[in-house]
């Protein structure tokens, strides 16, 4: 490693400036270095060997930017210390056994609008009601829409109602709230900020699942007005995901999705506990303290990455690969997309990475570690770029321009996005899955582990690099991963994901999917047709990662509950939905 790092270096400098000062009152932010849209100039390095398709001498440098270590201070809830990779964090655990305390968190709150019936919406409504009910709160939970959204008949079915005050206007239910969760789209968020702070009620708290609002303020040079509390609650899952879960929790106590929080702007003091008891509403087994700028950043970068627009470009590129080599489409399939979402996923969630490549034959090793070796560098070149599109303020801006695009305008027609399950892998796809039996995982695959594993490791690289936290890390990275998203793909395919997640996220992995496909097929793939050597430091520093300690961490402050997914889940948005009738 040592000679290494002489040779080339480091991939990605870390930013040099140091957040001085908490934004927010009991929330203290220590070593957490992160840039400013702005970033340091990227320092110029020679490597030794081809760079980029290969990285053939190239290895992962120890991390150079200290994650972040965020405290905070709770009079309501118990605060407990972690150690992840040799760093303290601190989180909250969650369990239904700590309804109790919702009230006491909640105080001075008599009701809560949540915005929006979207991805999101439906689940943290319905999960909020049934927490608040039992804890035998009397806090209204109150979903507000536009005037004439076909939401309204879905709100119903799920149990809210104009006749008990559930249900209502958004502007009337936003001024009625005294905790706002604005749950609608990031693009609806950006063309609508001014009118919905408006009709915010004075020392009331805005509550995000999402920091792009926050991204998109600072690239115009803006904040949230002062007049209220700024908060965020971020499941590490989609909605369908955070409620079914949740549900399934009240057999196993604790099961859920784990959550970030982040206390952007605190008028009163209450801001802190207030988003605790949110997320220990929403079921989280675990909730760990952010920054709103890191969580926007990490996760638009994330669903560009992992979770899943590098997962589409790469079992594209693969599939393409496996029947352009001989293999028959149904295999090349099951060796694609349902061994990544499906044993390889399962692995990961209950046994680690290094539990993939340890399963494997020694032949199937040496076909992991050459794919891996082939994969790591091209991956981190995508994933570097997209990580500084989104801290840049480029990427949102991007999201932005693309909704507006979705309507007619300026004599220009309406461009909403198509649907990308008509070609041909997908229509296989939707074979193989017809006459799959239940409970099959798919093949583990030696060549595709391999891709999927480098391109997990080089996200987490990259977000080290950049200063998160290893809880950040490990719940955007990897539980957020195997434990919401992939179940859902193997359940319905990865084009339906694709076809029905957020609008952020469609628009992503439409953008970047592409490039993965592309740098796989033109150097990684290209690299092991003509023979490149297997990078023994890089396949070193894999097996040694502190980052499985970790991993071993946070598993275990979860129950052992697999995502019970149906093969007809159900997680098409209601406005998607809609529209296809």
């Known amino acids: 490693m040592a000679a290494a790092a002489s040779s080339c270096s480091t991939a990605i400098s870390a930013p040099s400036k140091t957040l001085a000062k908490p934004v927010a009152k009991g929330f203290a932010v220590a070593n957490l270095a992160f840039s400013k849209l702005s970033f340091q100039p990227v320092r110029a390095r020679r490597c030794s060997g081809a760079l980029g398709a290969l990285g053939a001498r190239m290895v992962a440098a120890p991390p150079v930017a200290v994650p972040a270590s965020l405290d905070f201070e709770t009079s309501v809830f118990k605060k407990e210390k972690i150690n992840l990779a040799g760093h303290d964090e601190y989180i909250v655990k969650g369990g239904r056994d700590l309804f109790h305390l919702l009230p006491d968190a909640f105080k001075g709150i008599k009701q809560i609008g949540v915005i929006g019936w979207g991805s999101q919406g439906p689940a943290q409504a319905q999960n909020l009601r049934d927490s608040l009910a039992e804890a035998k709160s009397d806090i209204v939970v109150k979903i507000g829409l536009r005037k004439g959204s076909q939401s309204f008949n879905e709100a119903r079915a799920a149990g809210f109602s104009e006749e008990n005050g559930t249900l209502g206007d958004i502007w009337e239910t936003i001024s009625g709230s005294d905790l706002v969760l604005l749950l609608i789209s990031d693009s609806a968020q950006a063309d609508n900020y001014e009118k919905i702070f408006s009709y915010m009620k004075p020392n009331s708290i805005l509550g995000l699942s999402h920091g792009f609002l926050l991204g998109h303020l600072q690239s115009m040079g803006l904040d949230f007005p002062k007049h209220f509390s700024v908060i965020a609650v971020c499941p590490k899952g989609m909605g369908p995901s955070v409620r079914r879960l949740y549900v399934q929790g009240r057999e196993i106590n604790g099961a859920g999705i784990n959550s970030s929080f982040a206390v952007h702007q605190d ?41 899943l627009g590098a997962v589409h470009g790469i079992v594209e590129s693969l599939f393409r690969r496996y029947t352009e080599n001989g293999m028959s489409e149904d295999l090349a399939y099951k060796n694609t997309v349902e061994s990544v979402t499906g044993i390889i996923s399962k692995t990961i969630s209950t046994k680690g990475m290094l539990a993939v490549y340890n399963a494997l034959s020694e032949d199937g090793k040496r076909e992991f570690e050459k794919a891996y070796s082939a994969s790591y560098y091209p991956c981190m070149d995508i994933l570097y770029e997209c990580y500084e599109d989104v801290a840049s303020g480029s990427e949102i801006r991007s999201v932005v321009l693309a909704g507006r695009r979705f309507y007619e305008k300026e004599g220009l027609p309406a461009f909403p996005m198509g649907k990308i399950d008509q070609t041909r892998m997908w229509k296989v796809g939707e074979r193989v899955r017809s006459t799959r039996p239940a409970g099959d995982l798919g093949p583990l695959y030696p060549f595709t582990a391999g891709v999927f594993v480098a391109l997990m490791m080089a996200q987490i690289e990259i977000l080290r690099k950049k200063g998160h936290s290893y809880s950040e890390i490990i719940n955007e990275s990897v539980i957020e991963s195997v434990d919401s998203l992939n179940p859902f793909m193997h359940a319905r395919g990865v084009s339906f994901m694709v076809d029905n997640c957020s609008t952020t996220a469609r628009l992503g992995s439409r953008k970047w999917a592409p490039r993965f496909d592309y740098i796989l097929t033109q150097q990684a793939l290209v690299a092991v047709d003509n023979g490149a050597p297997i990078n023994r430091d890089l396949i070193s520093n894999f097996l040694s990662d502190p980052v499985h300690g970790a991993i071993e961490v946070c598993a275990e402050l979860r129950p052992t509950l697999d995502i019970s997914v149906p093969p007809d889940a159900d997680f098409v948005r209601p406005e998607l939905r809609q529209s296809s009738n």
């Open 267 to 307: 008028v009163d003091g209450r801001a802190t506990d207030v988003a605790l008891a949110w997320s220990v509403a929403l079921g989280s087994p675990f909730t760990f303290a952010t920054t709103l700028e890191q969580e926007y950043k990490s996760d638009i970068f994330g669903e560009r990455g992992i979770l």
